[in-house]
């Protein structure tokens, strides 16, 4: 049976005149203020081998990418992320490098299975940055700064919220208690849906101790301003999630003391992904999406899959999302307003005179449109 | 504080879902109960509720068009639905069961055939087990198959187990118990946080009055 040929695949759609140029908008003014920051575009391969993003997103990611042989047999995948190149690259042909190293990029991932019901695309644009070689907690403050900069500049000032958590503090109860991957993860799941009710049943048949089942139910519901640590400070005794909860107070006090605290929101409760994330994880929400536009983190062990471990700090935004949102949210944007996109009408019998007159209006930089 | 939209589960679950939100302090009036609108605002004006299928509750609110939703246990265990479900609201108790005839073997090596409107909660309980069997998707009226001989069991939702026994059904395994669930957007849980959190608190509250203990076991 033959397909129609007006079909396009599931997942994929066109982008057309004013969400065309909106969105190559939005890419210029994210790309700009990573320059801003010193940040160097980079561009990775469309298609890679798979093993990359195997390593570099981990196994239970990598496997939602579409996947081909190459002409020897190895698995080739096309881009899933962006984030396993730079990492790869910063190992390698960047090795010699000066440190920190600040890299960014804007480019089109595919996958084959979308995320969740809401996020539907299988091709989306993803823009991001990396800040590799640094641990400390004004690099991670650094991003964030960027990532605030950004929505700011985008005329999401007043529509945006950052969730800030430390995967540390989950990990320092977690780690406690000796799980299997699979029993860890569907711990996770729970935490991160905020499912109190089952997540004290599966702690319960786990043998978890009194405290560590009262710490881990309530994290689930900790959320808020500088309070949010002193609640958790008082719940969670263990030395591992302790330090971790030091590192969110002086990142915090950070956030304070440059006057974002409004933007800003501690979420203990975030936990989406445990395994790729050692530090800081954040997620970006704004007014218009119902899912998160952004996220990111600290992962220090996403280089070590290449050859040499380094610490590093960085995040990406759906830029396919932040266009959907920008063009449906009555906002006073940075973009170029439509209003301003006017036509000169050239026409002439005369093909010679036409183009003279064409060309003459288009040195004088008018939008001009030729009557045929 | 902002104007949260709630997406209520129609059918079974919707009396005793309203009766829960009104004790809550979120009220609609008869005359809007009365009515057939799909789409009424509760007394204080500061809550909207929507009423549509329960199988689209976690629809609803994945996409955001519902801040929050009230719907059982056993449609977000179908759904996979990546929503927030902080609250068990200890109303609308079923179960999950497998059921078939009482003289039915149900191990070895033959492939079952199981008829059910829950094919991914079904596929995931026998995947489990190792089981191979062929799943049925039918939309209503369950229990009629395998008397009719168009599947070996079933998986179905059970309140008091008579539409089984009147079909000659026993139940064979429990695959979860259910009860309503309070379901949150993950973007209107940060970006409305403080209605989002009044919400739950006042709820919670009437849930602890009502003594509601929580039996439900894990699948």
Sequence with gaps: ?372 | MQKLTIAVAKGRLQTEALDLLARAGLSVSSEMLASRRLAVEDESGRFRFIFVKPGDVPVYVEHGIADCGVVGRDVLLESEADVLQPLTLGIGRCRMVVAAPSDMPLSGYRVLRVATKYPRVTARHFGLRGLSVEIIPLSGSVEVAPLLGLADCIVDLVETGRTLRDNGLVIVEVIAESTARLVINRASYQLKAEAVAHLIDSLSEIVAQGDVISSETTP
């Design chain 1, 1 to 372: 049976m033959s397909e129609p040929l007006s079909k396009i695949p599931n997942g994929t759609r066109y982008y057309f005149a004013r969400e065309a140029r909106t969105r190559r908008s939005v890419e210029q003014i994210v790309m700009s203020v990573f320059d801003g920051w010193s940040y160097e575009e980079i561009t990775t391969p469309t298609v890679d081998y798979y093993s990359l993003f195997e390593h570099g997103m981990g196994r239970s990611q990598a496997h939602r990418a579409f996947r081909f042989t190459d002409t020897d047999g190895r698995l080739l995948a096309l881009r899933p992320d962006v984030t396993s190149g730079v990492a790869r690259a910063a190992v390698t042909i960047f090795a010699d490098r000066d440190r920190p190293l600040r890299l960014c990029y804007a480019a089109p991932v595919f996958r084959q299975q979308p995320q969740s019901h809401v996020e539907w695309r299988r091709e989306s644009t993803q823009t991001g940055c990396e800040l590799i070689g640094s641990n400390t907690s004004v690099a991670d403050m650094e991003v964030l700064a960027v990532a605030s900069e950004i929505l700011q500049n985008l005329g999401l000032g007043h529509n945006y919220q950052i969730t800030v958590n430390d995967v540390g503090i989950f990990k320092g109860i977690a780690t406690h208690q000796s799980l299997d991957e699979v029993s860890r993860d569907e711990m996770r799941q729970l935490v991160d849906s905020r499912n109190a009710a089952d997540l004290e049943r599966f702690l319960a048949q786990h043998g978890f101790a009194p405290e560590d089942r009262c710490a881990l139910t309530q994290l689930t519901r900790l959320s808020g301003k500088r309070e949010t640590l002193e609640r958790a400070r008082r719940l969670i005794p263990n030395a591992g999630s302790r330090e971790a909860l030091d590192r969110l107070d002086s990142l915090w006090s950070m956030i304070e003391s440059l006057d974002l605290a409004d933007r800003f929101e501690i979420d203990l409760g975030d936990v989406a992904r445990l395994d790729y994330y050692t530090g800081l994880t954040f997620n970006i929400y704004v007014n218009g999406a119902a899912a998160r536009i952004g996220n990111g983190g600290r992962y220090d062990g996403l280089t070590a899959a290449f050859g040499k471990a380094e610490p590093a700090v960085g995040f990406v935004l759906d830029l396919d999302a932040l266009t959907t949102v920008l063009l449906g949210l009555d906002v006073d944007t940075r973009l170029p307003k439509e209003s301003e996109r006017q036509m000169a009408l050239v026409t002439n019998s005369d093909p010679t005179l036409l183009f003279c007159e064409a060309r003459k209006k288009r040195a004088e930089g008018e939008r001009v449109l030729i009557k045929l």
